[in-house]
């Protein structure tokens, strides 16, 4: 089955600064990986997502990038800012189920 | 309707106690997914239907936890005699399709404390 595996899993920047968060995926079948932020006892929301199509997405200051053959995609969050604080979680999907990532804690500092 | 509903926000129960959880899917949306989530703040995979039919059991521990998904009744998750270690939020999530690129929406979650 599918695994997903997500680095770092706590992440501190200074505000301004960019974030990456990177993960794996096992099942060459995936083919559409969402990122969901998660904040402080709220429900996971949707940030970006990219299929397995595309090499790379980008909405405002938060792109994704996907790479098919090594199998990993990563988050890219530009220009920090205090409300990025907070859980963010990778996904890979393949048809009937969708796998989480353990989550990565982003503290921005000020 | 346009979100996905989940109740009750917070349920306790003790140990050895019965609980069950209540999801309504986005109107339209075929397939319903339930997540667990504990403290360490991972993600379990239980169940998806796809309408009333089980689609993918494999996360579910089966001799406790059971769920459903009837015609026009809300989706259920039951756990039997709890235990403290299904102390956790609980999350539904539905989606249009299974086509890979559809959307998960989550709905607000439900807390089981088990004391």
């Known amino acids: 089955g599918e695994n997903v595996e997500q680095h770092p899993s706590t992440l501190s920047v200074q505000e301004g600064d960019s974030a990456v968060i990177k993960c794996t995926y096992s099942?060459?079948?995936?083919?559409?990986f969402p990122w969901y932020k998660q904040e402080l006892g709220k429900r996971p929301q949707l940030i970006i997502d990219?299929?397995?199509?595309?090499g790379e997405k980008k909405d405002q200051r938060i792109a994704v990038t996907l790479n098919k053959t090594a199998k990993h995609f990563s988050l890219h969050i530009t220009e920090t800012q205090p409300e990025d604080s907070a859980v963010y979680f990778c996904?890979?999907?393949?048809?009937?189920?969708?796998?989480f990532g353990k989550g990565t804690r982003l503290h921005i500092l000020p | 309707g346009e979100e996905v509903a989940q109740t009750p926000k917070h349920l306790v129960r003790g140990e050895g106690q019965k609980a069950k959880l209540y999801c309504a899917p986005i109107?339209?949306?075929?397939?319903v997914f339930w997540y667990q989530q504990v403290l360490k703040n991972e993600f379990k995979f239980l169940i998806s239907?796809?309408?009333?039919?089980?689609?993918?059991e494999t996360g579910m521990p089966k001799e406790r936890f059971s769920a459903k998904c009837l015609p026009n009744s809300p989706c259920s998750l039951e756990i039997q005699a709890t235990k403290l270690e299904d102390s956790a939020v609980y999350f539904c999530?539905?989606?249009?399709?299974?086509?890979?690129?559809?959307?998960?929406?989550f709905g607000a979650g439900s807390r089981l404390t088990v004391l």
């Open positions: 999530a539905s989606s249009q399709s299974h086509s890979g690129a559809n959307v998960l929406t």
């Open positions: 099942d060459s079948a995936s083919n559409y």
């Open positions: 990219i299929r397995s199509n595309v």
């Open positions: 996904a890979a999907r393949r048809d009937d189920k969708i796998i």
């Open positions: 109107k339209g949306h075929s397939y």
């Open positions: 239907f796809q309408n009333e039919n089980v689609f993918d």
